[in-house]
């Protein structure tokens, strides 16, 4: 489906948050590497899916309702045969409705498990001023901790992105820290420019939130995904 499909079907039933499964269906028609996630909605739907895509793989909960999924244990990662993902179709529904009784689920999703990366984030946010503000960071508890973020006002030109990334105290982190392989920063700075190029395409974009996103050797992948639209 296209991207502006996607976002009018979401307006259509009053949804502003949209699944992950939705924003990675919309980060791959705008170019942004993310793996395919599958919508299943029974355990045997999941074990197809697994089998489809090969494992190891990924099993999270997908409700509309639901924004954080591990706080309500709905993360299952490194699923290695077909029973482990069944059960993990089970744990994360039962879980979930244990933490939010009232959450619509819609089922889960099955993913690849992708190989690790440096964790980053990249998120977009409408400030009232200047309008939509692309951010990229460390992921996990560095973010937290230390605030290493930067930001840069919507378009992105390519020199944006290049020094968006340099000027994260983290950015030794990326470049081959203790002998590890440096990651693949052309690719980042890709991944920014296409999310810039995706915000400002379609204003109805309130929130993204690429969280995290792997950076590899090899190339970006957002593994999560997250994005918040206006209501008409
Ligand atoms: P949440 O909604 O809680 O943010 P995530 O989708 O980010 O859920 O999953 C939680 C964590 O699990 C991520 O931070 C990442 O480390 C790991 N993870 C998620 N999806 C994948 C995947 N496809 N492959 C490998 N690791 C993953
Ligand atoms: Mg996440």
Redo the contacts with the bound molecule.
């Keep these: 489906m296209a991207i502006a499909d996607l976002i009018q079907k979401a307006q259509q039933e009053g949804r502003r948050l949209l699944t992950?499964i939705e924003s990675k269906q919309i980060l791959a028609e705008a170019g942004i590497p993310c793996?395919p996630a599958q919508l299943a909605t029974t355990p045997e739907e999941a074990i197809a899916a697994a089998q489809e895509l090969g494992f190891p793989v990924?099993v999270?909960i997908v409700s509309p309702d639901i924004?954080?999924?591990?706080?309500v244990g709905?993360?299952r990662?490194n699923l290695e045969t077909p029973d482990q993902v069944a059960r993990a179709f089970h744990e994360v529904v039962q879980s979930a409705h244990q933490h939010m009784p009232d959450a619509r689920i819609w089922g889960v999703s099955v993913?690849?498990?992708?190989q690790?990366g440096v964790?980053v984030i990249v998120g977009v946010s409408k400030d009232p001023q200047f309008g939509p503000v692309v951010m990229f960071g460390l992921?996990?508890i560095l973010v937290e901790l230390l605030q290493d973020v930067s930001f840069r006002i919507v378009p992105l030109e390519p020199r944006d992105a290049r020094q968006m990334i340099r000027e994260i105290k983290g950015f030794p982190l990326l470049t081959g820290y203790r002998g590890r392989p440096p990651v693949n920063i052309g690719a980042l700075e890709n991944l920014l420019l296409r999310v810039s190029q995706l915000v400002e395409a379609h204003p109805e974009i309130e929130e993204l939130d690429l969280?995290?996103v792997?950076a590899r050797p090899d190339g970006a992948e957002a593994?999560?995904a997250?994005i918040v639209i206006s209501t008409s």
């Design positions: 992950e793996g990924v999270k924004v954080h999924k591990s706080d709905g993360v990662l993913q690849r498990q992708a690790p964790e992921g996990g969280n995290p792997f593994v999560d997250r």
